[in-house]
């Protein structure tokens, strides 16, 4: 049996098209294409309709499906056990994270696991786009978001604080706002992403209050907001550790401190699976530990198998 062709035809249906099974498995749709036609006639059955518009399993083709997905499944579980007890941690880790985070934090962290771990490598990318995990590849994504794939394990790390600020430049001129319902009244530099909400809640001591000033400007970049408003452009909201140095430096000025802001959470995700490959939890216990080197750190979920001890 070519595992291959198998794997392939299982990516199809589940893709749904010869070119998403492509993209998917690093190959050209012609060799997918090639393959499942080599699958069909050594079966000597048709296992997929195909139209210019889709494709739709025939019945053979369905009960088919039905019996390798779960076998490929338990060849993934097997794989992941061996992983999971192998001596030598080795392997590739490809990671999403947040270009903000990757800047200020990870580059560091990424060199000191990776000296102590000389047989893994990682593929780092930083982008606020939204990520599929399971159809790119994707080992680990940490976003500043909560996730509700149920395909993924995702662990919350810690919460965000964010804060309004302006420039002083800005409130000389456009005065400062109160009350959250003054905000109204003002200019904003908006966050937003595929991830990030861009409106702004805040608790005024009975309810939360969720206000939308208008914005000139809309970014999906927190340090582009900051340095927006260092310039005088607006209000914006940004997480407290982004804009902390420029706040001491008295270049933006906290407001509404008295009417706290709804947080946002780091999280991190990977995919489900039975069994966890080692280069998985020594990563994963590699972040957590890095994270709690700091004392204002109060990580949330932390799983069974990681000891900060």
């Known amino acids: ?39 069909e006639a050594d079966a000597g059955v048709q296992l997929l309709f195909r139209t210019t518009r889709s494709l739709k399993l025939t019945e053979a083709g369905s009960a088919y499906y039905n019996r390798v997905h779960h076998i490929l499944i338990d060849l993934k579980n097997a794989e992941d056990l061996l992983s999971a007890s192998q001596q030598l941690i080795k392997g590739k880790l490809k990671i999403v994270c947040p270009i903000e985070m990757g800047q200020l934090f990870f580059g560091r962290i990424f060199a000191r696991f990776l000296k102590q771990y000389p047989d893994i490598s990682i593929e780092a990318e930083l982008s606020n786009r939204k990520v599929d995990v399971i159809e790119e590849g994707v080992d680990v994504l940490f976003q500043i978001t909560s996730s509700s794939d149920t395909r993924l394990q995702t662990y919350s790390l810690l919460n965000t604080s964010k804060t309004l600020m302006a420039s002083p430049e800005y409130l000389a001129q456009y005065g400062t706002p109160q009350t959250p319902q003054d905000l109204n009244k003002h200019r904003a530099v908006k966050l937003e992403s595929a991830h990030i909400d861009g409106s702004w809640t805040l608790f005024d001591g009975k309810e939360w209050i969720t206000v939308e000033p208008e914005a000139q400007l809309t970014v999906n970049n927190v340090t582009l907001a900051r340095e927006a408003a260092i310039e005088g452009l607006g209000i914006t909201s940004v ?14 000025i906290p407001l509404l401190e008295d009417f706290p802001m709804a947080q946002t959470k780091i999280t991190m995700s990977l995919p489900q699976r039975a069994y966890l490959p080692r280069k998985y939890r020594v990563f994963i216990e590699f972040i957590y530990r890095a994270m709690s080197e700091n004392p204002d750190n109060h990580l949330l979920d932390i799983p069974d198998f990681v000891s900060l001890e």
């Not at 049996?1 to 012609?30: C, I, P």
């Not at 997480?239 to 933006?252: F, T």
């Open 1 to 39: 049996m070519d595992l291959n062709r198998v794997q392939m035809f299982a990516q199809v249906v589940e893709q749904g098209s010869f070119t998403g099974a492509a993209k998917a498995l690093g190959l050209t749709k012609a060799t997918v294409s090639r393959k499942i036609a080599e699958l």
């Open 239 to 252: 997480p407290s550790l982004i804009a902390q140095q420029a706040i001491d430096k008295h270049l933006l």
